[in-house]
């Protein structure tokens, strides 16, 4: 008993390690950094050149994640498969963590001079942070009882959420305060450019202790069904076919596809967004990172409100609920100007944010038919919003490069809140009380 605790407190820990990607180089610092220095004072709109070809600022960012998230939908069953059944889970999750630790290091030299170098090294931060989160995540019902595996996720997701706060305030200190370090304040780049390699160092470091407890991989490893470069995908069609013959679950899966286009790809664009419409000066920049991080404290708030709501009125209702407001902030995004507006949209964002996520996931843990295989149907669940990740962050990106708006990308994002709203409402008609109990309230 001892053993497995000190294992799932390691487990934990790698929350503590990866999150400061998340809040530092995806919400915060990098987007604003990113944003700053390629944007052109006497131009409307800002273009970089990538290998010779020019595009949109916060356009080429966008794509680069989209390719991203496409390799890792594309990507994860294969990986799983081979670490599934040659019992090296760890040693996936350690080259991962590698790949991505090393990157946000590397961004230390990215200047306004080294885009390619910037982007690259962006890229492959990103594709080491969720890929590695495959196989983290994988290992949750290898270490712990169903019974525990809530607290344990609770608990992780906790020391997530301090540690990347942790770093995020001493980053800000770093920046704005640069002569406490003995750095040279005409220096722009130089704090932000550290905050990226602390980043680095966080996450490879406090990682180690993950992998000093981790076991290699699960203690028996399940036999092949197909050859081991197409067997994920195998389970997957599996899932599919049994989905379409339960109405609920085909419906539901389309809705949240829809609504998941629109959510992830806000998360990911706000401070790209927020940098370049409302807080373009760099004095502002402060406010803005501020900001961002208080999203995350009414996030967790507008989760616990959102969980009440469904025990209240049912999932389903509490997910209408939510997309309806998902289409209020994308209308109001679009007319947003100034900054006193966007802290009560922010505000908004982060009471919808975290919540749809959480009621989206046990929704669909209640519409799925028992099952020893639940390890498929959540692989199912995750390839589905990482290929809506994919195609929200593409429309975005390429719509702001066809109309040189990145407001006109936020109504293609509501276009699929809107239809998520009406297929969330077609699911309800064919989810019956008596097979759905757990559903309604």
Known sequence: MQNRKKIQNAWAI?????????????????????????????QEQSYVTFFGYKFINTALQNYALAIVFFIVAISSPILSSIADYRGNKKAFM??????????????????????????????????????SLVFYNSYLPDIAT??????????????????????????????LKPDLFGLDPTNKTLAPRISFLLVGCWWLGFSQ????????????????????????????????NQA????????????????????????????????????????????????????????????????RLSKWIGNIYTLVVAVFIWIGIC???????????????AAC?????????????????KLIPPTDDTTSYFSFYDVT?????????????????????IRNSILILMLFFIASFFVLLYTKRVITKDKYASLFH
């Open 385 to 405: 919003e990482k290929i809506a990740l994919t195609i929200g962050l593409f429309l975005f990106a390429r719509n702001e490069e066809l109309t040189g708006s």
């Open 14 to 42: 790698y929350d503590w390690a990866n999150s400061v990607y998340n809040l530092v180089i995806t919400s915060t610092i990098f987007p604003a950094y990113y944003v700053a220095i390629t944007s052109s004072n006497n």
């Open 244 to 307: 379409k013959q339960i109405p609920a679950l085909k419906r539901y899966l389309f809705s949240f596809f829809l609504f998941s286009v629109g959510v992830q790809t806000v998360m990911l664009v706000a401070a790209s967004f927020s940098k370049k419409e409302i807080f373009p000066k760099p004095e502002d920049e402060p406010k803005l990172i501020m900001t961002i991080i208080l999203i995350q404290l009414v996030a967790l708030i507008g989760a616990i409100l959102m969980s």
């Open 349 to 365: 964002v982060g009471l919808v944010m975290g919540g749809i996520q959480t009621i989206g996931r046990s929704t669909y843990s």
């Open 209 to 240: 202790i993950t992998f000093k407890a981790l076991p290699s991989n699960t203690e028996q490893n399940k036999q092949l069904k197909k050859h081991i470069l197409i067997n994920g995908f195998h389970e997957l069609k599996q899932v599919w």
């Open 331 to 345: 209308l109001w995004g679009y007319y947003i100007k100034s900054q006193t507006e966007f802290y009560i949209l």
């Open 146 to 175: 169903p019974e525990e595996r809530d607290g344990l996720s609770a608990k992780g997701f906790a020391m997530g959420y301090i540690g990347s706060v942790l770093l995020q305030l001493i980053c800000f200190v770093v920046i």
């Open 94 to 131: 350690r080259f991962f963590v590698l790949i991505g630790s090393v990157a946000c290091s590397m961004l230390f030299f990215f200047t306004p001079d080294r885009i390619e170098w910037g982007m690259i090294f962006f890229a492959l931060a990103a594709l080491g942070f969720w890929s």
